[in-house]
Structure formats: C-alpha cells, structure tokens
Nanobody
Framework: QVQLVESGGGLVQTGGSLRLSCAASGSIFRPNGMGWYRQAPGKQRELVAGFTATSSTNYADSVKGRFTISRDNAKKTAYLQMNSLKPEDTAVYYC??????????WGRGTQVTVSS
C-alpha cells in the first residue's frame, strides 16, 4: 500500500518561503503523475504544481514564477519550494500520486498559513 506523508508547512509572513516535502512509501511503479494540491477554507481543492507521466511540469497560473516542484526518485520524495508567499496561498497542501486510472493516493496534508 502506498502512503504519502507531507511535511514542511507552517506560519510565514508575506514574502517568505517554505519548502514542503512529500515522502512516499510502498510500491510505486511508473506513476502517471504526481502533484501538489491545496484547499483553502470554503474552496475546492486545486492543483498547484505537478509532474506528468512524461515528467514535464505544470503550474497553476497563480503560482508560476514563485513555486517550484522537484523530486528525488531515489528517496521517493517530492518537494514544493514556495517563494514570495502571499496570504492567498494560505491553505492545506496535499500531495497526490496517480498510479493509473482511478488509482490516486493522497497524503493527510500540511497547513500553510501566510500572514499579512
């Protein structure tokens, strides 16, 4: 069974930085994709940044130029470097791993709060 554990969230001031980590365990073979999502109170969960099956990256328009997704395959860990944080980035951030049609795994999330 695949498990994902996020870490690195916290409270930061506007303009600050955080780096989130997502450590995966279990059997992972040719993932279709992997991504970071976030959900703010009262809003739907949205994709923030992700890798496709071909390892290309995509970002939400709201974070382009500020956030960078990366991964270390040997450590089975993905990262989200978040710079120039804004109050609107406040949300619970979730790691997602897609291993095929309708085969999605989620972490429990890590809270990011950006104070103004």
């Amino acid at each position: 069974q695949v498990q994902l554990v996020e870490s690195g969230g916290g409270l930061v001031q506007t303009g600050g930085s955080l780096r989130l980590s997502c450590a995966a365990s279990g059997s992972i073979f040719r993932p279709n994709g992997m991504g970071w999502y976030r959900q703010a109170p009262g809003k739907q969960r949205e994709l923030v940044a992700g890798f496709t099956a071909t390892s290309s990256t995509n970002y939400a328009d709201s974070v382009k130029g500020r956030f960078t997704i990366s991964r270390d395959n040997a450590k089975k860990t993905a990262y989200l470097q978040m710079n120039s944080l804004k109050p609107e980035d406040t949300a619970v951030y979730y790691c997602n791993l897609n291993l095929g049609p309708n085969v999605n795994f989620w972490g429990r999330g890590t809270q990011v709060t950006v104070s103004s």
